[in-house]
């Protein structure tokens, strides 16, 4: 059966249901689409910017399985490449004892943050809170001081210090 779990409560190997306009709570290796293809569209404007759909495709053999039961009941494991920054490149395999081994890329992926534009999609998740793509993406921006703003800073700072010697030079002489 179904369950409804917060973001925070998803642990990496958990199958996930994401529906049409929601955002994927994790990173995830997309298993079934409601699409016979297996395709699925993605907003990824909340990760790069780009504001075009992007499509993305469940791996072969998970979308030819007949239903959910038999995708939960069949012997899958998934290999992973460690948690990394980029966001477009992925390294995976998916391996079953029914099915072989099957090679997964950048389209069979739908990273946390990305919103499922088109139909409903199953996942199995790979990453989750800090190693996330986009947690890992998301760092403190660095100030953006202008060279004229730190000239004048420090020509202010002089400024300070002439009038400052100045001010006791006039004091002791008087």
């Not at 079934?32 to 569209?41: I, L």
């Not at 939960?72 to 494991?77: G, H, I």
Request: contains cysteine.
């Amino acid at each position: 059966g179904r369950v409804l779990v917060t973001a925070a409560k998803l642990q990496v190997g958990d199958v996930v249901e994401v529906a049409k306009g929601v955002r994927a709570p994790a990173d995830l290796v997309l298993l079934r689409t409601t699409e016979t293809s297996g395709a699925c569209f993605v907003r990824t404007d909340q990760l790069d910017g780009e504001t075009d759909w992007k499509l993305r495709l469940a791996v072969p053999y998970t979308q030819r399985l007949e239903g959910d039961e038999e995708l939960l009941n069949s012997n899958t494991s998934v290999y992973v490449e460690k948690p990394q920054k980029d966001i477009h490149s992925f390294i995976g395999k998916l391996s079953s004892q029914e099915g072989g081994e099957e090679s997964l890329s950048i389209e069979n992926t739908v990273w946390c943050g990305a919103v499922i534009a088109s139909g409903t999609a199953l996942g199995v998740v790979v990453y989750t809170g800090s190693e996330a793509r986009a947690a890992m993406n998301n760092s403190q921006p660095r100030s953006k001081v202008g060279l004229i703003d730190e000239e004048l800073n420090s020509l202010t700072k002089l400024l300070f210090g002439a009038t400052l010697a100045l001010a006791v030079i006039t004091v002791s002489y008087t």
